[in-house]
């Protein structure tokens, strides 16, 4: 045994000293009074800590961490924080059934559990004494006492009107304090209902046709057909009933015949006979009414082009040309014959649109 003092000055050396009532583990020390004395044992989990004030050494319980915190925390003791998403759902405490949580009283403070009446209040819900009675937006339509509502919230119905007009000049006629959206107009003259879809009703495309009454067999048998029950526009001994159900004049007849060898502007109602060894571009009219015709006839061995001013459109079944001066009708020259195609146009809105009606050989839509 070596003896040192407070400076760790060895004393003495070599030393065999036996302390009566010891055991092997046993802590001895020199206490304030300079005497070498056990140190007693402490309980499980305590820890041995430096007394400075008894100049001696204490057992202690529960010493305060530091360090790195870990597990659902962050930062360092001893003013670790929660770390962030660390709380999920199943850490938080139990809560029954149908259970709302927010917080109901004045100011911030600690979540609460909601009851129903609270969470009406909270989302401004509920009958008419929580919410404003009209017919604004948001607002409610009280059910009185009597189990009736105020006829002042009730909102106007509209209701389908029925009106007959003698024909389409009269439908066209009808005002916005006749007719509204929605309303039908049935037309003596022509046994046709439209039904009016926006106003103005001055404007035919706002009409649309419901039905168109066929001819009975009374009226075949008694000769009494009205001729504008056949169809719209003015029937008179000048006009005729077209395909599509329209009285239309009848157009001038092609008698000039031209036999062209070089480019040419067409005129309406002509039929013109392309005679080159080139082919031949054959411009459309620039103006012309509906039903306005043109026939081009192929003989010279060059075939012919029908070319478009801006604007113009050539329908062929159903195809159309590339509107404006870039769209045409050939003549297919590359097979035997073809350059001898034959045309038929018809103009079918003035000015703009043509469509093919006949045609003999092969052409190319482009």
Not at 209 to 236: C, H, Y
Not at 277 to 298: C, E, K, M, N, Q
Not at 306 to 317: D, K, S
Request: charged residues 10%; hydrophobic residues 40%; aromatic residues 6%.
């Amino acid at each position: 045994m070596v003896l040192q003092n407070s400076q760790n000055a060895v004393l003495h050396d070599d030393i065999d000293v036996r302390l009566v009532g010891s055991s092997p583990g046993d802590l001895f020390f020199v206490n304030s009074s300079l005497k070498l004395t056990r140190l007693p044992i402490g309980a499980s989990g305590q820890a041995l800590v430096v007394n400075a004030t008894a100049n001696g050494y204490t057992y202690v319980s529960g010493l305060p961490s530091s360090g790195n915190a870990g597990g659902d925390l962050t930062g360092s003791f001893p003013n670790p924080v929660i770390a962030t998403n660390a709380v999920t759902f199943p850490k938080i405490q139990n809560i029954n059934t149908a259970t709302i949580l927010g917080r109901s009283t004045a100011g911030s403070g600690n979540i609460e559990a909601l009851t129903s009446a609270q969470v009406i209040a909270l989302l401004g819900l509920g009958g008419a004494a929580t919410r404003t009675v009209g017919l604004g937006t948001g607002n409610l339509v009280e059910v009185l006492g009597s189990g009736t509502i105020d006829p002042s919230l009730i909102p106007a119905i509209r209701t389908t009107e029925f009106v007959q007009v003698t024909d389409s000049a009269a439908r066209l006629a009808l005002t916005s304090t006749q007719v509204q959206p929605g309303d039908e107009a049935f037309e003596t003259s022509t046994g046709r209902t439209f039904k009016l879809i926006a106003t103005p009703a001055s404007t035919a495309g706002n009409w649309i046709l419901l039905s168109d009454n066929a001819i009975d067999g009374s009226e075949v048998l008694t000769g009494t057909i009205a001729p504008a029950r056949l169809g719209s526009g003015t029937p008179n001994f000048t006009n005729f009933l077209r395909g599509d159900g329209t009285w239309v004049g009848v157009p001038s007849p092609i008698t000039p015949t031209q036999v062209v060898t070089a480019n040419t502007a067409m005129a309406v109602n002509t039929r013109y006979i392309a005679n080159a060894a080139t082919r031949l571009t054959l411009t459309l009219p620039a103006t012309a009414a509906v039903g306005d015709s043109i026939f081009v006839h192929g003989y010279g061995t060059g075939g012919w082009s029908v070319a478009q001013n801006a604007g113009q459109t050539i329908r062929f079944l159903d195809l159309n040309t590339t509107a404006g001066v870039s769209g045409k009708i050939d003549a297919e020259i590359t097979n035997t014959n073809s350059f001898a195609a034959t045309l038929h146009l018809v103009c079918v809105v003035a000015n703009t649109s043509w469509m093919v009606v006949s045609s003999v050989g092969i052409v190319d839509v482009i």
